[in-house]
């Protein structure tokens, strides 16, 4: 029983949706890294050698590093995104990186470069939406970090905001939320609100678009009641692997 009714607490607290919202190329489970590169050049030829080492190449993992801007909440960088259809395609991408060959050299060589992690956390796809077209397209994303002290409220208010929103021209591309099962550092993150564009201006047009509007303003204050703003930056898309 004890166990019940915590499984049942972890569910209303973290908000958890069924898969029946995510579009059919939305990953569930998303493992998010981020960290500080002395030499991004470095950092960048450092992955693609793992990610192209035979073990991890054959797997077709979905996966992005991108660069990590006007974050001025820690010393991150730079980010790398591993996104996962299933659970098994998650305990297998974590036994390559701990037990292979290619896995060993790649943390020696992050290690020489002087590469400081300073975030990581496992997170799964709550609500997700597309307006269509390749995640080629969309290389730019901009995130909210929040803290939810009451998502049953919360979500509903979001879901119905961000609805309301994607009549204007300035709307985003996909969007989506997802909720923190673990590693939040410390930060009290529960929740990631996301926004993918195909590039800077069209996130800038985003922003413009998105405070002037008598949506948000009647938005915000609501939100504000079941939820805390922590901390928001630009993604910007490095290099893809398998992209769906």
């Known amino acids: 029983m004890k166990k019940f009714i915590l499984s ?18 939305f990953s569930k489970y998303q493992s998010n890294f981020l960290f500080s590169c002395p030499m991004p050049n470095a950092c960048l030829a450092a992955f693609d050698e793992y990610m192209n080492s035979p073990e991890i190449k054959s797997q077709n993992f979905e996966v992005d590093m991108y660069a990590v801007l006007h974050n001025g909440w820690d010393d991150a960088t730079h980010g790398v995104s591993w996104y996962y259809k299933d659970a098994d395609q998650y305990a297998k991408s974590n036994q390559i990186y701990a037990t292979s060959e290619a896995g060993k050299k790649f943390r020696a060589k992050l290690n020489k470069i002087g ?3 300073i975030q990581e956390n496992l997170s799964v796809h709550t609500i997700g939406v597309s307006s269509g077209g390749p995640t080629t397209d969309n290389a730019v994303n901009l995130r909210w970090s929040m803290n939810v002290s009451n ?20 709307s985003a591309n996909a969007y989506g939320l997802q909720s923190h099962y673990l590693g939040s550092n410390g930060s009290g993150i ?5 926004t993918a564009f195909s590039s800077p201006q069209e996130a800038l047009a985003f922003l413009d678009g998105l ?22 930056y630009m993604e910007v898309s490095l290099k893809m692997y398998n992209p769906d």
């Open 8 to 25: 049942m607490s972890l569910v209303l607290s973290l908000g958890i949706s069924s898969d029946d919202h995510l579009p059919e190329n």
């Open 190 to 194: 529960t929740h990631e609100i996301w």
């Open 115 to 117: 590469v400081e992690q």
């Open 151 to 170: 998502p049953a409220k919360f979500l509903p208010l979001w879901k119905s905001f961000s609805k309301s929103i994607e009549k204007y021209d300035w």
């Open 211 to 232: 405070y002037a509007s008598k949506e948000f303003a009647e938005y915000s204050p609501k939100a504000d009641e079941y939820s805390q703003f922590v901390r928001s």
